[in-house]
């Protein structure tokens, strides 16, 4: 069942408009007295309105109310201590409400609407604390919080509208470029022929690099090279030397690595002879000198001219 009327907090922040509602509520139905002071010859209270007063106050408390006036059967008791619990909010209203009051400038709100409403709400809690603003008062707080300058709130306004409208078209029909579309046909831009420049040079320099790395000789890297053909400027992977001369190439190493291990193992099987330096080599078969001593004449008879210029004798 929807309540017509919020329910007791349980810090009694909302306590004026939930009595107020309250009082209201009842006497619409004809049980305010069962909540009033008891009057001398005045209306008899039966069970019956007893007790719908109290479903009413109950089901409008919040849930730990409830629960701690479990047991109170006596409506009138029950307003009675309500009443005297949060009835201390009307002490707590009033600073809250002057400094909003104070503090209240038109030029603040966007809409005059706003700004009334403002106005109404700080003058009900103000009116409940019994110091509600006279209407002179409320005319001076208008007039003194709005802008001196008339012409400026209105070049304003004026401006916020042509914004609104502006939003507006540009909701109902956005800009295609936005989108990626092509610019319209109708406009014509300045710096066109600057761009158009400027996207020429790029795509010069990108075709120029473009060129000297076609140009550029393949890096080689000598400790890698094609085992199909044995070239160092490719790998096997992007090789297209014709199968016949792959094959070639094939053999030709093959052939080279077998020469080469044959001349290894002829220096590998060959004997090394080692001897002093006072040895003799062996003399020839073929050689006829006599090893025996030859037997000189002697020098005793013999006539020497050592004042001779014939060294050898062989002048005469």
Not at 227 to 235: D, E, L, Q, V, W
Not at 245 to 262: F, G, H, P, W, Y
Request: net charge positive; proline share 6%.
């Amino acid at each position: 069942m929807q309540k017509e009327y919020e329910e007791l907090l349980l810090d009694g922040s909302n306590y004026p408009t939930w009595a107020s509602d309250i009082k209201i509520a009842f006497a619409s139905r004809g049980i305010l007295s069962t909540i009033s002071e008891p009057v001398e010859n005045g209306p008899a209270i039966t069970e019956q309105m007893r007790y719908t007063c109290l479903m009413l106050l109950r089901s409008s408390l919040h849930t730990d109310l409830k629960k701690e006036y479990l047991l109170e059967e006596n409506p009138c008791t029950m307003w009675v201590s309500l009443k005297e619990r949060y009835e201390q909010q009307k002490e707590l209203i009033p600073p809250k409400a002057e400094h909003d009051w104070n503090h209240l400038r038109m030029q603040d709100f966007k809409y005059i609407d706003e700004y009334n409403h403002a106005v109404h709400n700080i003058c009900t809690r103000l009116k409940f604390c019994e110091k509600e603003p006279t209407d002179t008062e409320k005319i001076h707080k208008a007039l003194s919080t709005m802008h001196p300058a008339d012409r400026l709130i209105h070049s304003l306004t004026q401006a916020e509208r042509n914004d609104e409208l502006l939003l507006k078209n540009h909701h109902l029909r956005p800009n295609k470029r936005k989108h990626g579309g092509p610019p319209p046909g109708n406009q014509h831009n300045s710096s066109g022929g600057r761009r158009k420049n400027r996207n020429f040079i790029k795509n010069r320099r990108h075709k120029a690099n473009k060129r000297a790395r076609k140009n550029a000789p393949p890096t080689r890297d000598n400790g890698r090279f094609c085992h199909k053909c044995g070239c160092n400027t490719h790998f096997a992977a992007t090789c297209r030397t014709p199968k016949h001369l792959v094959d070639l190439c094939l053999k030709s190493i093959r052939d080279a690595k077998q020469r080469e291990n044959k001349y290894k193992a002829h220096f590998n099987q060959a004997t090394e002879e080692t001897g002093g330096s006072s040895s003799v080599p062996k003399e020839s078969p073929n050689n006829k000198t006599s090893s025996q001593a030859v037997d000189l004449p002697p020098t005793d008879n013999m006539l020497i001219e050592y004042n001779s210029n014939d060294m050898f004798g062989d002048l005469s």
